[in-house]
Nanobody, 121 residues
């Protein structure tokens, strides 16, 4: 079982920056993808950015150029970060950390509890 714990959300003014972090604990299989999803009020959860265990990154169009995703796998810890800058009110939402691990032919899917980000105009 894997547990994901997010931190770093909060209230920030438009144009500001913040850094989200997520720590994965438990049995994390080595081939995996960690990512951040965002759920804005009244909208579906959407993928914002992700990074594979071998370092390949993906960014949605909505954050391309204003976000940097990174991960630290040192010392058997899987820590995920999302650095966001030039925040806009439309970046408001609950940000969820996700881990997808390939276990044989199966994919184990884990979610954190979410952290609220509110960007005021």
């Amino acid at each position: 079982q894997v547990q994901l714990v997010e931190s770093g959300g909060g209230l920030v003014q438009a144009g500001g920056s913040l850094r989200l972090s997520c720590v994965a604990s438990g049995r994390v299989f080595p081939v995996n993808t960690m990512g951040w999803y965002r759920q804005a009020p009244g909208k579906q959860r959407e993928l914002v950015a992700s990074v594979t265990s071998d370092g390949r990154t993906y960014y949605s169009d909505s954050v391309e150029g204003q976000a940097t995703i990174s991960r630290d796998n040192a010392n058997a810890k899987n820590t995920l970060h999302l650095q966001m800058s030039r925040l806009k009110p439309e970046d408001t939402g609950v940000y969820y950390c996700n881990l997808k691990a390939w276990v044989g032919l199966n994919i184990d899917d884990y979610w954190g509890q979410g952290t609220q980000v509110t960007v005021s105009s």
